[in-house]
T-cell receptor
Framework: DVKVTQSSRYLVKRTGEKVFLECVQD?????MFWYRQDPGLGLRLIYF???????EKGDIPEGYSVSREKKERFSLILESASTNQTSMYLC?????????????FGSGTQLSVL | AQTVTQSQPEMSVQEAETVTLSCTYD???????LFWYKQPPSRQMILVIR??????QNATENRFSVNFQKAAKSFSLKISDSQLGDAAMYFC??????????FGKGTLLTVNP
């Protein structure tokens, strides 16, 4: 079965720090996604990538960047963490991006910015 | 832009009973896909069921079924014979021509023994 692994389950950082959230999938999926989950707001798409070195902005890209140097790895970067970026971050992948495809999710990283 | 609305922030059901979670969406597209995802306390989202808009027949997966009303833009999830393991956050999601998945805000389902 597909495994999407996020490097940290919980993370505590200070305001202004540069933060890297790592995500690795093991099934050669083309597409990878970063979502942010907040209570009462559901999941919101930050960035996605449909190929190595390719990226597209989602609905809330401000304050974030991403990197995809290898197919299996998709990193979310907070250049200068702020308290309003305290949230649950979910990584997901899909095989080819067909409309009926399901997403495979990681277990999330709960980030607290103090 | 497409929007997905889940009007029930929380629901509860007795074990072995049936519960229906509601979802409505707004779109001008005629062809799209709808999904229900489940997020248990482990936090890992898993797909419960999906429906193609051009298929009139409602999708079913074991104890899970949907009531898809295209004209009303409604996509409710029915869980029959509820089990304790069904307790989770449930998200309705829409995918249209841009292939981006738009989620609702979620419904927290509690199953009482």
């Amino acid at each position: 079965d597909v495994k999407v692994t996020q490097s940290s389950r919980y993370l505590v950082k200070r305001t202004g720090e540069k933060v890297f959230l790592e995500c690795v999938q093991d099934m050669d999926h083309e597409n990878m996604f970063w979502y942010r989950q907040d209570p009462g707001l559901g999941l919101r798409l930050i960035y996605f990538s449909y190929d190595v070195k390719m990226k597209e902005k989602g609905d809330i890209p401000e304050g974030y960047s991403v990197s995809r140097e290898k197919k299996e790895r998709f990193s979310l970067i907070l250049e200068s963490a702020s308290t309003n970026q305290t949230s649950m971050y979910l990584c997901a992948s899909s095989l080819q991006g067909r409309p009926d495809e399901k997403l495979f999710f990681g277990s999330g990283t709960q980030l607290s910015v103090l | 832009a497409q929007t997905v609305t889940q009007s029930q922030p929380e629901m509860s059901v007795q074990e072995a009973e049936t519960v229906t979670l509601s979802c409505t969406y707004d779109t001008s597209e005629s062809d799209y896909y709808l999904f229900w995802y489940k997020q248990p306390p482990s936090r890992q989202m898993i797909l419960v069921i999906r429906q193609e808009a051009y298929k009139q027949q409602n999708a079913t997966e074991n104890r899970f079924s949907v009531n898809f009303q295209k004209a009303a833009k409604s996509f409710s999830l029915k869980i029959s014979d509820s089990q304790l393991g069904d307790a989770a956050m449930y998200f309705c999601a829409y995918k249209g021509s841009n292939y981006k998945l738009t989620f609702g805000k979620g419904t927290l389902l509690t199953v009482n023994p």
